[in-house]
């Protein structure tokens, strides 16, 4: 039985991301906080008819003078909706940084609860894409938000996630996968290192986790190539300890025209390195103006 089980986790569960997905249903949102500068910092929770809720993080301008541009963020576990901590004053762009819909312990303890936490989190994994879409659909009926300019940004862990979700809602004008590359098993198997010394032990550690985590389902390479016609940029750090330059450049060559390779200083992206998020940051609200600028746009 546990072997089948075990073998069912091969096929993908695409037929679930549009199953999941739904429509907004229920909308709570937190306190409007006004930082000294002008932005609006609030936290706002989505739940759609099928059961699906999203919790996310929204800055803004107070006071835009005209509709902004939209990235919506989806980074690293319990860190999504922090992230708008670090990112400092995205200047005339909305970012929305969302959570993964898990609702499991923060924490594991012991073996029991550990296996008893994995469907929890096999679900929390494949809502994830659906729950990006949830999301979007209340940003975009938002009177500050310009529907023609909303981008979608992965980052780290987000990658697999971003792709798929990317792929799959076309009201993503451009797809940014930041930090991440092709095969995901291999990335788990990196993170796995510092905790597993011996290297085929490490791999099949690496191999478990990518089957329990419907990895079948996030073949990043394969859902960045189904981005095409919409911009796809790849964004790789030239120090990065978690994911090889190799990688980085494996999964560009996966994905279709139009796309670009841009390179980050520094190492791999996380929260107590504020200098890297807002540098790629940057580079997302340089490429917005470019964009904005060829179209005619002020």
Same mark, same amino acid.
């Given at each position: ?86 990112? /400092?004053? *995205?200047? $005339?762009? %909305?970012?929305? +940084? &969302? #959570? ?9 303890? =012991? ?46 862990? /987000?990658? *697999?996630? $971003?792709? %798929?979700?990317? +792929? &799959? #809602? ?9 930090? =991440? ?55 790789? +750090? ?61």
């Amino acid at each position: 039985v546990v072997t089948l089980w075990l073998l069912s986790h091969l096929m993908p569960r695409h037929d679930r991301f549009l199953a999941r997905r739904g429509s907004v249903a229920r909308v709570e949102t937190g306190p409007v906080v006004i930082d000294g500068s002008g932005f609006i910092s609030q936290a706002v929770s989505i739940t759609a008819t099928t059961g699906l809720t999203v919790d996310l993080r929204v800055l803004r301008p107070a006071a835009p003078e005209e509709l902004l541009p939209l990235v919506v963020l989806l980074g690293g576990h319990r860190t999504g909706r922090d992230a708008v901590d670090v990112v /400092g004053h *995205p200047g $005339a762009i %909305a970012v929305a +940084a &969302l #959570d993964y819909p898990y609702q499991g312990p923060e924490r594991l303890r =012991g073996v029991w609860q550990s296996v008893g936490s994995i469907p929890g989190i096999q679900r929390a994994l494949l809502d994830t894409p659906p729950a990006v879409s949830v999301a979007l659909d209340w940003l975009v009926g938002q009177p500050w938000v310009d529907r023609a300019r909303v981008e979608l940004m992965g980052v780290s862990l /987000g990658v *697999p996630f $971003a792709a %798929a979700a990317g +792929a &799959l #809602d076309s009201r993503f004008r451009r797809v940014w996968l930041v930090h =991440g590359g092709a095969g995901n098993r291999d990335w788990i198997a990196n993170r796995l290192e510092s905790r597993i010394a011996n290297a085929p032990l490490r791999l099949a550690g690496a191999s478990l986790v990518h089957l329990l985590a419907h990895g079948a389902s996030f073949v990043t390479e394969d859902w960045a190539a189904r981005i095409a016609p919409r911009s796809l940029m790849i964004i790789g +750090a030239r120090a990065d300890e978690q994911m090889a330059p190799a990688q980085v450049e494996k999964l560009y060559s996966a994905a279709n025209e139009p796309k670009e390779l841009l390179w980050s200083e520094g190492g791999h992206v996380r929260t107590d390195r504020v200098e890297i998020v807002r540098q790629l940051l940057g580079m997302v609200r340089t490429r917005i103006q470019e964009t904005d600028a060829s179209a005619g746009r002020k």
